[in-house]
């Protein structure tokens, strides 16, 4: 497992994070998004985090990267399905991920994007 | 990592298969994708499986137990994402997913299942 897949759906890419980040696969993943986004021309991602139990200050600074990215991509990122204890978490790290939109689960997340689309 | 994610979007179940499967992990993702299909009244199960390089035949096994499940739970089970090496392996494994709807991507699988929807 060196990659994690993004799925396409209509103009969104859902990136499922089932697995412990490692550096290169965070890096793996940067490029992966941006080339996708490219080719897809992807006006959202979302980052399904629903999965994972515990997140560390390097997970908190690669969701902040891929939006940063995402956004001079043209493409809104919204992290869905944060379990309360990694909101908690992220928090007390310090890590409020500021510019980061979230969305409680991937519904929700697809709607928040289409509604996103619509205002500008 | 003992449970892998079941995403809801909208009517349909998507499951990214993404992690070694062993017995046990195997066994709650068909509890927990038989009670989502129950809470949810999930029409279609989408699993992705394009992040598997090698597919064995305890994977082919259990990917038909749980289109099974689904099916007699009133669910359409579509596999979206198979590398070409996979398909081989199970042709090859005598595993031809018999019963199985597959699609080469979760869009196509999005819009077969909503195709299906509309045929009875």
Redesign the interface.
């Known amino acids: ?1 060196d ?3 993004i ?4 103009d969104l890419l ?1 990136v ?1 994070i ?3 980040m490692h550096d290169q696969l965070a890096l793996a993943l940067q490029d992966d998004l941006t080339e996708k986004i490219q080719a897809t021309s992807a006006r959202g991602v979302l980052i ?1 985090i ?2 994972l139990d515990i997140v560390d200050s390097f997970i908190g600074r690669m969701i902040a990267t891929i939006s940063a990215l995402a956004r001079i991509m043209d493409a809104t990122t919204v992290v869905v ?1 944060m379990q309360p204890a990694v909101a908690i978490t992220l928090v007390e790290l310090g890590l409020n991920l500021t510019g980061v939109r979230t969305a409680l ?3 929700r997340g ?1 709607k928040l994007l289409q509604h996103t689309d619509a205002a500008p």
Do not use: Y
Request: glycine content about 10%; proline content about 5%.
């Open positions: 497992m990659r994690i897949p799925l396409r759906m209509g859902l499922t089932q697995v412990d399904d629903s999965a399905g689960d991937v519904e697809m």
